[in-house]
């Protein structure tokens, strides 16, 4: 029996039994005899079973936002927000799928040249619990409009979500088969990507990611999208209050659960680096802290298990055994649930540290000689996700987007911004170079080139005389 439970209070809200491989391979035959009728459709009549389901989010917001911050922990004010980038995906992925994989003619001497998009087929989602909304549903929703079927396993950790968008679906007439939910844990999620499946859609860990690269190593007619994690550079270079600020909001948004949370703070060393820390810790140490259903305004919520912080501290005392000196402890809090821990910051200058995501609020600082050092600092990781940095400098700037390896660079901007209408994925260990976001059309429809005429007419063939024949 699979259980979820709220890591503030340890209440169970969710339980029901785990999907087996005979449940997934009959979810898959459902999708299979559905698709047919789905991808003949017209795509109107797909983007309005689409925007129902839009408006039937729209009617359960507060109550979807509610269950999100249960069974996360995450904040009411940023399960709520989760919610609305749902609703708003909807009509970016009508803009994107018309935009990057709709239908186009030119004309030519013999017809016309014809440029259509076709969906895969039957696309497995395997979605994460940080955003157990809003980052299946990126995969989601612009899979249905490309004319695919979906089989979907939430995170293990978040079933009950998952859940609630099925419903929200059967809700808004989707016909049946077009997306099934399969619930259970990694035994699941390995008995899916084995079964006949066209397409993996996949947000989680590095980890994860590439033992699913391991799986369809044999397979490459499955067209696979991997959002991976990232240890996520910042470098921050002056004005310390407010870099205080953007660093703050880059590393310990979301208590640190974020695959694009700043992991790696960059400063020069020195009085400007100093201060830069300084001003780091000091803003962290007034961060408020409380359960999703408290009085008052909070930052962060706790982990999402008593499990991950318990992970979180193991790595913590690793890199303290390293030689990492403490700037701020990454701490529990008295009475209260295991899942609840303090931002912690940790000096890692000159320490030979894990190129490793800690999913929690840490972050480690490195202090450098020059720019040169902090680009390469920046770089010394097999991750690419996202990077960033904060400087009045246009020069240091164009250094950065330019020398960066990464898909998300900001300046003077938290490394969490991303839009839904901008494409979002990584490289390296961060990604296979499909991002999702806006860019997530690209990865559910494959194109086809025709070049056609209408009537049936000779055409010459190199080598034969017609005349003398």
Not at 119 to 135: E, K, R, S, T
Request: net charge negative; charged share 20%; aromatic share 6%.
């Amino acid at each position: 029996m699979l259980q979820s439970f709220d890591p503030a209070s340890r209440e169970l809200i969710w339980e029901g039994p785990v999907a087996r491989p005979a449940d997934c391979d009959r979810a898959i035959a459902a999708a299979r005899a559905a698709l047919p009728g789905w991808r003949a459709s017209p795509v109107e009549d797909r983007i309005a079973v689409v925007r129902r389901y839009a408006a039937i989010l729209s009617e359960r917001r507060a109550d979807l936002a509610q269950l999100i911050a249960r069974e996360t922990g995450k904040l009411l004010w940023e399960s709520d927000a989760e919610v609305g980038s749902m609703i708003a995906k909807v009509e970016i992925s009508i803009q994107a799928h018309a935009e990057r994989t709709g239908e186009r003619a030119a004309h030519m001497p013999f017809g016309r040249a014809v440029l259509r998009h076709r969906g895969h087929g039957v696309m497995a989602v395997l979605g994460p619990y940080n955003f157990p909304g809003h980052l299946p549903n990126g995969h989601i929703v612009p899979a249905l409009i490309a004319g695919n079927a979906v089989v979907f396993k939430p995170s293990e950790i978040t079933p009950a979500t998952g859940a609630a968008m099925a419903d929200a679906w059967a809700a808004a007439g989707l016909p049946d088969g077009l997306l099934t939910l399969v619930q259970g844990g990694r035994a699941t999620g390995e008995a899916l990507v084995a079964s006949d499946i066209d397409g993996l859609l996949f947000t989680g860990s590095a980890g994860a990611g590439a033992a699913l690269r391991r799986a369809l190593v044999d397979r490459p007619h499955v067209i696979m999208a991997l959002e991976l994690g990232g240890n996520n550079p910042l470098i921050a270079w002056d004005s310390p209050d407010a870099a205080a600020s953007i660093i703050v909001n880059s590393a310990f948004i979301t208590t640190g659960q974020r695959c694009s949370c700043a992991r790696r703070l960059i400063v020069p060393e020195g009085a400007s680096g100093d201060a830069i820390v300084e001003a780091t810790a000091a803003l962290a140490a007034q961060l408020p802290i409380a359960a999703w259903n408290e009085a008052g305004d909070a930052f962060m919520g706790p982990l999402v298990s008593d499990q991950a912080a318990a992970s979180a501290h193991r790595a913590v005392s690793d890199l303290i055994a390293r030689g990492a000196r403490v700037i701020r402890p990454f701490e529990g809090l008295a009475d209260r649930s295991a899942a609840f821990v303090t931002p912690a910051m940790l000096d890692l200058t000159g320490i030979d540290a894990p190129d490793a995501e800690i999913f929690a609020p840490v972050l480690s600082v490195i202090r450098v000689v020059n720019f040169d050092a902090a680009i390469a600092a920046a770089n010394a990781t097999s991750f690419g996700l996202s990077a960033g940095l904060v400087s009045q400098d246009e020069a240091l700037w164009r250094r950065v987007v330019e020398e960066s390896r990464a898909g998300v660079v900001n300046r003077n901007r938290p490394t969490t911004g991303a839009a839904g209408n901008m494409p979002f994925g990584g490289l390296g260990a961060s990604g296979n170079h499909r991002p999702s976001a806006y860019y997530a059309a690209d990865y559910c429809a494959y194109p086809i080139a025709s070049f056609e005429a209408d009537g049936v007419t000779a055409v010459p063939v190199n080598g034969l005389n017609r005349a003398a024949a």
